[in-house]
């Protein structure tokens, strides 16, 4: 066990790290939410070589503005190849009164500035409607078909409709919902699929699909027309 320990700390601390700013290119603020639901904002961008892994940010809120720091983490004592990796970070913001947000998000080049609308809550719960734990997202290129693989907590759960919501800018919200038919609910986790078609209601060539889930985050992936 001993000597485990001694190889983890080596191995830990072979190569010097540092924490830098990183490149982002992108600033989502998926429509949909309200005063019970947990609130996000999705980055994207990309780590400039492979020297860079791990992205993470920190945020702060003042009054109705919100500002977040996206950094990574980087080998300082080796050489790198020059391969430009993306990314998408998901940040959650938590439950936030109706209003209109004003999001900085801060990086290596740029400040982007978006604004952010959470409604007044629909219901006295929080997330009214009951969402699969999505698992992944399917995609086929040249196809505006998407299926969503993820699974129900109990067979007392069928599959219901599924809302889009889009910001008719570059961010389409899915709702897949699920229905429940039965007060016996015994936990099960049960495979799902939803086989969706993507509105195209968005001008960008690219464009977020985000999709919420049963978990507090949500999946999110990039889509190209």
């Known amino acids: 066990m001993k000597y485990l320990f001694v190889s983890l700390f080596m191995s830990a601390s072979l190569f010097a790290q540092s924490i830098n ?12 939410f309200d005063a019970n639901d947990t609130s996000e904002v999705i980055i994207s961008g990309y780590y400039p070589n492979l020297c860079y892994k791990n992205v993470f940010t920190k945020k702060e809120r003042i009054g109705n503005l919100i500002r977040i720091n996206v950094y990574a983490n980087v080998i300082t004592d080796k050489a790198c190849a020059e391969a430009i990796v993306p990314f998408t970070k998901v940040v959650e913001l938590g439950i936030l009164a109706k209003g209109d947000y004003q999001v900085q998000v801060i990086a290596q080049n740029t400040i982007i500035k978006d604004t952010l609308t959470v409604q007044d809550r629909r219901s006295g719960d929080i997330d009214q409607f009951n969402y699969p734990l999505i698992e992944y997202i399917v995609t086929k290129p040249g196809s ?36 429940r038919t039965s007060d016996f609910c015994p936990r099960k986790l049960t495979p799902i699929e939803y086989d969706i078609t993507v509105p195209d209601n968005i001008p960008e060539k690219q464009y977020l699909l985000h999709v919420r889930s049963l978990s507090s985050s949500s999946v999110n992936k990039m889509l190209r027309k």
Do not use: H, M, W
């Open 21 to 32: 700013p990183v490149p982002i290119e992108k600033v989502f603020t998926p429509q949909g």
């Open 144 to 179: 505006d078909r998407v299926i969503l693989k993820a699974f129900k907590p109990s067979d007392c759960f069928i599959k219901g409709e599924v809302e889009y919501i889009s910001d008719n800018k570059d961010t389409i919200t899915v709702l897949p919902k699920l229905v």
